[in-house]
C-alpha cells in the first residue's frame, strides 16, 4: 500500500515525483515513457533557466533530476483504469496492479490522427507524428507537414534543414500559428504552403509515395517520401472513467487540482489547465502533489 501513485512521467509527474521524494512520501511512478511531450517538443526556448535548450535534452535534464532521488519508477508500463474502492485507489496497468491512498494523474496526451486513408497503414513507413524524433530520416527528401498551428510550423522549422521540400498544409482559410515562425517558414525558400486543403489519402507501396490532396472543388497529388502529421492531440484521460470531464476530454481540476473524486489529483495537459505549455505543466504538477500531502495529511 503506497501513500501515492503518480501516473505520467513528463513534466507534470516529475515534478510531483521530485516533490514527494524530498518529502519522504512512500511512493511510485508509472509511466510508458519518460519526457512525455517534452519529448518531442523541438526547440524550447521559454522553459526559465535555459534561453535555448530542446525538447529532447530537456527531457533528459528532467530524467537527471529525478535519478537523484531513489524513485521507483515502473517504465514502459502504461496505466489502463485509475478508480477509488472505498478508501483505496486501485491502478490497473497493462502489466499488473497496485494499490494507493491517493492518485495524482499525469498521463499528458497522444497525437490526434488525421483519419485519410492510408495513415495507419503506412506508419512508420513515411507517416510519423513527431518531426524531432523521425525528422532526421528524411534527408533531401519531399515531405508534407499536416497542421498549421504550432505544432505544424515547428515541425516545418525542424524540417528545414533536413528536407529538400516541405508541402504544408491546413485545412483552415489561415496558418494559426505564431506570426514570427510562419514568417520564418515562408523565408526559409523550402515551404510551400497549401490553406483550405485536406489531405484525401496518402498512398505508396512499401513506402510512402505521396499524398492526394482536395482544394474545394480541385484533387490533385503531391509527391513526398514523408508525410508530419501535427493536428494536436488527445488527454489520455479515459484511464479515469469516473472522473469529469470537459467537452475536450480533459480532466477538469480546481486552483488545487482536484478532481471530483476525492483523494484522486491530476496536474498537465491531461487536464482542462488552458495552457499546455512545459513550465506550465511542471508548476501543476507541484500543486498536485503538496495537495495531495495536505490530503493524506488531514486524513
Not at 521540400?165 to 515562425?181: G, N, Q, R, T, W
Not at 515562408?186 to 489519402?201: A, D, M, N
Not at 470537459?246 to 483523494?263: H, L, M, S
Request: proline content about 4%; charged content about 20%.
Amino acid at each position: 500500500m503506497y501513500d501515492l501513485i503518480i501516473i505520467g512521467a513528463g513534466p507534470a509527474g516529475i515534478t510531483a515525483a521530485i516533490y514527494a521524494a524530498r518529502k519522504r512520501m512512500n511512493f511510485m511512478m508509472v509511466s510508458k515513457d519518460i519526457g512525455g511531450q517534452t519529448a518531442l517538443s523541438g526547440d524550447v526556448e521559454n522553459y526559465l533557466g535555459y534561453q535555448f535548450i530542446t525538447g529532447p535534452d530537456l527531457a533528459v535534464k528532467f530524467k537527471e533530476h529525478l535519478d537523484k532521488f531513489n524513485v521507483e519508477l515502473k517504465v514502459g508500463e502504461a496505466a489502463t483504469l485509475v478508480q477509488k474502492d472505498g478508501e483505496i485507489i486501485k491502478v490497473q496497468t497493462d502489466k499488473g496492479s497496485y494499490e494507493a491512498r491517493t492518485a495524482i494523474v499525469a498521463s499528458g496526451r497522444i497525437p490526434r490522427r488525421l483519419g485519410a486513408e492510408g495513415e495507419m497503414q503506412f506508419i512508420n513507413r513515411g507517416v510519423t507524428y513527431c518531426a524531432t524524433c523521425d525528422g532526421p530520416l528524411f534527408a533531401d527528401m519531399d515531405v508534407a507537414v499536416v497542421g498549421g498551428g504550432n505544432s505544424g510550423l515547428d515541425a516545418v522549422l525542424q524540417l528545414v534543414n533536413i528536407a529538400a521540400k516541405i508541402h504544408l498544409i491546413e485545412a483552415a482559410p489561415s496558418l494559426k500559428a505564431d506570426p514570427v515562425m510562419v514568417e520564418k517558414a515562408r523565408q526559409s525558400g523550402k515551404t510551400e504552403i497549401y490553406t483550405e486543403t485536406k489531405i484525401v489519402s496518402i498512398y505508396g507501396d512499401t513506402f510512402v509515395k505521396g499524398i492526394k490532396a482536395q482544394r474545394g472543388a480541385e484533387s490533385f497529388d503531391i509527391p513526398v517520401q514523408g508525410v508530419f502529421i501535427e493536428i494536436g492531440s488527445m488527454p489520455v484521460s479515459e484511464i479515469v472513467p469516473a472522473a469529469a470531464k470537459n467537452p475536450f476530454g480533459e480532466i477538469i481540476v480546481d486552483p488545487k487540482c482536484r478532481t471530483n473524486i476525492p483523494a484522486i489529483f491530476a496536474a498537465g495537459d491531461v487536464t482542462d489547465v488552458p495552457a499546455k505549455q512545459i513550465i506550465v505543466a511542471c508548476g501543476e504538477g507541484c500543486k498536485a502533489l503538496l495537495t495531495a500531502f495536505e490530503y493524506l495529511s488531514t486524513k
